[in-house]
Protein backbone atom coordinates (compact mmCIF):
# COMPACT_ATOMS: atom_id res chain seq x y z
CA UNK A 1 0.00 0.00 0.00
CA UNK A 2 1.49 3.38 -0.89
CA UNK A 3 1.60 5.75 1.83
CA UNK A 4 3.06 9.43 1.79
CA UNK A 5 5.02 10.07 4.86
CA UNK A 6 4.85 13.80 5.91
CA UNK A 7 7.20 15.63 8.45
CA UNK A 8 8.56 19.11 9.53
CA UNK A 9 5.46 20.78 10.42
CA UNK A 10 5.42 22.59 14.27
CA UNK A 11 5.02 25.92 15.72
CA UNK A 12 7.08 29.19 14.76
CA UNK A 13 7.31 32.46 15.13
CA UNK A 14 6.77 35.35 11.77
CA UNK A 15 9.81 35.45 9.66
CA UNK A 16 11.09 32.24 10.96
CA UNK A 17 11.41 29.15 9.02
CA UNK A 18 10.71 25.69 8.00
CA UNK A 19 11.00 22.63 6.13
CA UNK A 20 8.73 19.87 5.42
CA UNK A 21 9.25 17.00 3.61
CA UNK A 22 7.27 14.31 2.11
CA UNK A 23 8.32 10.85 1.43
CA UNK A 24 6.76 8.04 -0.20
CA UNK A 25 6.94 4.49 1.13
CA UNK A 26 5.29 1.23 0.45
CA UNK A 27 5.33 -0.08 -2.93
CA UNK A 28 5.54 3.57 -4.62
CA UNK A 29 7.51 2.74 -8.37
CA UNK A 30 6.04 5.14 -10.79
CA UNK A 31 4.54 7.23 -7.59
CA UNK A 32 5.74 11.15 -7.68
CA UNK A 33 5.62 12.92 -4.82
CA UNK A 34 5.82 16.25 -6.59
CA UNK A 35 2.54 18.79 -4.85
CA UNK A 36 2.13 21.16 -1.72
CA UNK A 37 -1.17 21.77 -0.76
CA UNK A 38 -2.66 23.62 2.55
CA UNK A 39 -6.35 24.44 4.28
CA UNK A 40 -6.72 26.87 6.68
CA UNK A 41 -9.64 26.61 9.03
CA UNK A 42 -13.18 27.90 7.02
CA UNK A 43 -11.30 27.51 3.53
CA UNK A 44 -10.62 25.50 0.69
CA UNK A 45 -7.85 23.65 0.08
CA UNK A 46 -5.34 25.41 -2.25
CA UNK A 47 -2.40 24.93 -4.25
CA UNK A 48 1.23 26.07 -3.10
CA UNK A 49 3.62 24.73 -4.82
CA UNK A 50 4.56 21.91 -7.28
CA UNK A 51 7.59 20.27 -9.23
CA UNK A 52 8.17 18.10 -12.04
CA UNK A 53 10.09 14.32 -11.69
CA UNK A 54 13.19 15.88 -12.83
CA UNK A 55 13.16 19.05 -10.64
CA UNK A 56 14.12 21.38 -13.66
CA UNK A 57 10.29 23.64 -13.44
CA UNK A 58 8.70 24.39 -10.36
CA UNK A 59 5.57 26.96 -9.75
CA UNK A 60 4.15 28.84 -6.61
CA UNK A 61 1.62 30.27 -5.77
CA UNK A 62 1.61 34.09 -5.49
CA UNK A 63 1.33 33.71 -1.79
CA UNK A 64 4.33 32.27 -1.41
CA UNK A 65 6.50 32.79 -4.25
CA UNK A 66 9.60 34.13 -3.05
CA UNK A 67 9.55 33.00 0.35
CA UNK A 68 8.84 29.05 -0.55
CA UNK A 69 11.14 26.63 -2.59
CA UNK A 70 9.97 23.72 -3.89
CA UNK A 71 12.59 20.75 -4.27
CA UNK A 72 12.65 17.21 -4.40
CA UNK A 73 15.52 13.85 -4.32
CA UNK A 74 14.10 11.01 -6.82
CA UNK A 75 16.68 8.80 -4.87
CA UNK A 76 14.67 9.07 -2.12
CA UNK A 77 11.24 9.70 -3.64
CA UNK A 78 11.00 12.76 -1.45
CA UNK A 79 9.73 15.90 -1.75
CA UNK A 80 10.56 19.11 0.29
CA UNK A 81 9.32 22.95 0.67
CA UNK A 82 11.32 24.89 2.69
CA UNK A 83 9.25 27.69 4.17
CA UNK A 84 11.52 31.02 5.13
CA UNK A 85 9.60 34.47 6.20
CA UNK A 86 6.75 32.62 7.45
CA UNK A 87 3.61 34.50 8.25
CA UNK A 88 0.41 34.25 10.29
CA UNK A 89 -1.29 33.78 6.88
CA UNK A 90 0.91 30.61 5.85
CA UNK A 91 -0.99 29.35 9.04
CA UNK A 92 -2.54 25.63 7.68
CA UNK A 93 -2.70 22.31 7.42
CA UNK A 94 0.31 21.09 4.62
CA UNK A 95 -0.34 18.11 2.43
CA UNK A 96 1.63 16.61 0.16
CA UNK A 97 0.89 14.94 -3.20
CA UNK A 98 1.68 12.47 -5.43
CA UNK A 99 0.34 10.62 -8.77
CA UNK A 100 2.77 8.71 -11.28
CA UNK A 101 2.85 11.67 -13.46
CA UNK A 102 5.93 13.10 -13.59
CA UNK A 103 4.33 16.53 -15.30
CA UNK A 104 3.74 19.87 -12.77
CA UNK A 105 0.29 20.14 -12.32
CA UNK A 106 -1.04 22.75 -10.20
CA UNK A 107 -4.91 20.90 -10.05
CA UNK A 108 -5.33 18.76 -6.90
CA UNK A 109 -7.87 17.13 -9.30
CA UNK A 110 -4.57 15.86 -10.98
CA UNK A 111 -3.41 14.09 -7.98
CA UNK A 112 -4.21 10.42 -6.62
CA UNK A 113 -2.38 10.39 -3.15
CA UNK A 114 -2.12 12.32 -0.21
CA UNK A 115 -0.53 12.84 2.62
CA UNK A 116 -1.96 12.93 6.05
CA UNK A 117 -1.21 16.57 6.78
CA UNK A 118 1.17 18.31 9.24
CA UNK A 119 0.40 21.46 10.87
CA UNK A 120 2.12 24.50 10.53
CA UNK A 121 1.34 27.36 12.92
CA UNK A 122 2.66 30.68 12.47
CA UNK A 123 2.36 33.18 15.49
CA UNK A 124 2.41 36.67 15.20
Known amino acids: QVQLVESGGGLVQAGGSLRLSCAAS????????KGWFRQAPGKEREFVAA????????SYADSVKGRFTISRDNAKNTVYLQMNSLKPADTAVYYC?????????????????WGQGTQVTVSS
Open 97 to 113: AADTSGTLTMDPKKYDY
Open 26 to 33: GRTFSIYP
Open 51 to 58: INWSGHST
